[in-house]
T-cell receptor, first 114, second 113 residues
Framework: DAGVIQSPRHEVTEMGQEVTLRCKPISGHDYLFWYRQTMMRGLELLIYFNNNVPIDDSGMPEDRFSAKMPNASFSTLKIQPSEPRDSAVYFC????????????FGDGTRLSIL | AQSVTQLDSHVSVSEGTPVLLRCNYSSSYSPSLFWYVQHPNKGLQLLLKYTSAATLVKGINGFEAEFKKSETSFHLTKPSAHMSDAAEYFCVVVRGGADGLTFGKGTHLIIQP
């Protein structure tokens, strides 16, 4: 079975540019999560969706960040405008069912903002 | 609030010797706990999970963990380390009342040949 698929794997862009990260969850999973990983702060939950509906976006750093899930098989995380402090690895994860079930992670997008 | 503390940021063992990665948790109720492993440039992979069934949980790749309520611990062990075990390991607790996960800061496992 295909796992969680993220694209691109690497992104390098200049500050001020718009960045769009993409995620395809595992088929049949009804939860989707976006995380950010940095050396300083570790893994942080940014936002999660249940059945395509955003449930908790309290981890989104600021208004420059937005996430959408137009259907059950696709989600985007957008940063506009991007800043150097947004440089991090962004992970998408999906899960089937309630909180006691494990999340399955993609391989991440390594984002560098120059 | 639920939290986890990984007691060691780095652990170094020789190949073929036992591995012990320590994790303590804090929770106002019986928690659900996971151990994940992250190899370089990869996502997190589930090793094992505890969800209030058996206190000794067996995972993949020969790892296991024991839930000890009296010690609020969930340490990860493996009898014999292999070079391929070198990675970052995360102890994770399910947030109460929400669906996200709270991650420990990670333990970097180094395997000496």
């Amino acid at each position: 079975d295909a796992g969680v698929i993220q694209s691109p794997r690497h992104e390098v862009t200049e500050m001020g540019q718009e960045v769009t990260l993409r995620c395809k969850p595992i088929s049949g999973h009804d939860y989707l999560f976006w995380y950010r990983q940095t050396m300083m702060r570790g893994l942080e939950l940014l936002i999660y969706f249940n059945n395509n509906v955003p449930i908790d976006d309290s981890g989104m750093p600021e208004d420059r960040f937005s996430a959408k899930m137009p259907n059950a098989s696709f989600s985007t995380l957008k940063i506009q405008p991007s800043e150097p402090r947004d440089s991090a690895v962004y992970f998408c994860a999906s899960r089937q069912g309630g909180g006691n079930q494990p999340q399955h992670f993609g391989d991440g997008t390594r984002l560098s903002i120059l | 609030a639920q939290s986890v503390t990984q007691l060691d940021s780095h652990v170094s063992v020789s190949e073929g010797t036992p591995v012990l990665l320590r994790c303590n948790y804090s929770s106002s109720y019986s928690p659900s706990l996971f151990w994940y492993v992250q190899h370089p440039n990869k996502g997190l992979q589930l090793l094992l999970k505890y969800t209030s069934a058996a206190t000794l949980v067996k995972g993949i790749n020969g790892f296991e963990a024991e839930f000890k309520k009296s010690e609020t611990s969930f340490h990860l062990t493996k009898p014999s380390a292999h070079m391929s075990d070198a990675a970052e390991y995360f102890c994770v607790v399910v947030r109460g009342g929400a669906d996200g996960l709270t991650f420990g800061k990670g333990t970097h496992l180094i395997i000496q040949p």
